[in-house]
């Protein structure tokens, strides 16, 4: 039997790719193994859309490290990065997001000693595929594929192409599945949900969560992925009515990505950080408790000093519970790469470490308001040191020692608080049998 490894890389998008490949694989005879050590085959499923320079490194690393072995590059790859990759692998299989559905034959072609390229742009059904679940509690959802913006910064729309959403009886019938298999959360992903049914110039998201929690029974909890400010300021009442419903974790992911209401326009972010404040505003005032995530990009070209200040305001007034700093980093063939006043790296450096530091101070402060909290929380990741990572309603990751199964439910209460996560005492102990197997990682 031929063994296959799968190492994934970029955003849950790209993880529900890499379990639809294994699933697809074992569907039709392969063995997946956790170790690359172990395996005739490597699939490497890269991201792109943070600049080529990691995948190009890992891709050097699995050639480097085992020569002899099969090599499969799969994901966000765009046509410039074809040219490098083969001069580190002139015999690696090549297989874009669009065409996951072709594994099988990529294995199977690179087996007998030939090269695939499947790089079209397809438009395929990425649900109710066959899965290899990482974590037997998480279901990934993808609800669409590709983006309705075009920001000068991003490569999304160059690699994935335009919003292409899949039917909703489809994503229905996905959550229903997942539930049916035991999952406990569900995660929504795509580049934008918020863009979900835009090719149609509608906003369906919030009919397409009606319809989940109208049609899939069961106690479960929804974790709704990324959203695109400007598409939340179009449904926010019937999002914040949606989120009312128990089985929604009270988690919002809107990047803002600037402090600056001259740069947002330079980036084409087509809202202004007034309208950010009042989304946060608004959903805090009705969503008990909410998490807000949000992205900021530092020394964007042309990004002054006072700029970047804006961007510093905007952390301490708003306050956000969770923030995904980047340094901005030119990337092939978009706006921003060929704009004049592109910001030198040591500037970058400096703004990034400026505001990390703020935002940690802000959210240690904000989770230490968790302290005395009790409640449940759903144990859906091993931690560090005998420790096990719970969520609770709000998907604040709570931090408990003890061996529980992934998926028990439990209560606790709030001890202490970093920036990052929340430490609780377990109040109670379900009466379980002790399941210590190992899931792929």
Known sequence: MTNIYVQTHGCSANLSESEA?????????????????????????????????VPLKEIKKFTEQFPD?????????????????????????????????????????????????????ERPLKVNLPKVRTNKVIGIVPIASGCADFCA???VKLIKGNIFSYPEAYVVNEVKKNIEQGCKEIWLTSQDNGAYGMEKDERRLPILLHAILNKVPGEYKIRLGMINPRHVMAMIDELIKIYQDDRMFKFLHIPIEAGNNEILGKMKRRYNVHEFKDIVERFRRYVKDITIASDLIVGFPTETELQFQDSLHLVQEVKPDVLNIARFSPRPNTIAARMQGQVSSN?????????????????????KKWIGWEGK????????????????????????????????????????????????????VPEIEINVEKNFT
């Open 153 to 155: 910064y991003c490569s």
């Open 21 to 53: 490949m294994m699933g697809l694989l074992m569907e039709a005879g392969f063995k997946i193994v956790d170790e690359m050590e172990y395996s005739n085959v490597n699939i490497i499923n890269i991201c792109t859309v943070k600049g080529p320079a």
């Open 347 to 367: 500037i970058k450096k400096e703004r990034s470490k400026a505001l990390t530091e703020l935002f940690q101070e802000s959210a240690i402060k904000q989770n």
């Open 377 to 428: 929380v759903i144990i859906d990741e091993y931690g560090k040191n005998s420790t096990m990572v719970g969520r609770n309603f709000a998907y604040k990751p709570v931090i408990v020692k003890g061996n529980f199964n992934l998926g028990d439910e439990i209560n606790v209460k709030i001890k202490d608080a970093t920036a990052f996560d929340l430490r609780a005492d377990v109040l109670d």
């Open 69 to 121: 072995k099969k090599l499969i590059v799969a994901g966000c790859i765009t046509r410039d990065i074809i040219p490098t990759i083969r001069k580190i692998n002139q015999e690696a299989c090549l297989i874009n997001t669009h065409n996951i559905h072709r594994i099988v034959e990529a294995v199977e072609e690179s087996l007998q000693g030939n090269i695939l390229e499947a790089l079209t742009q």
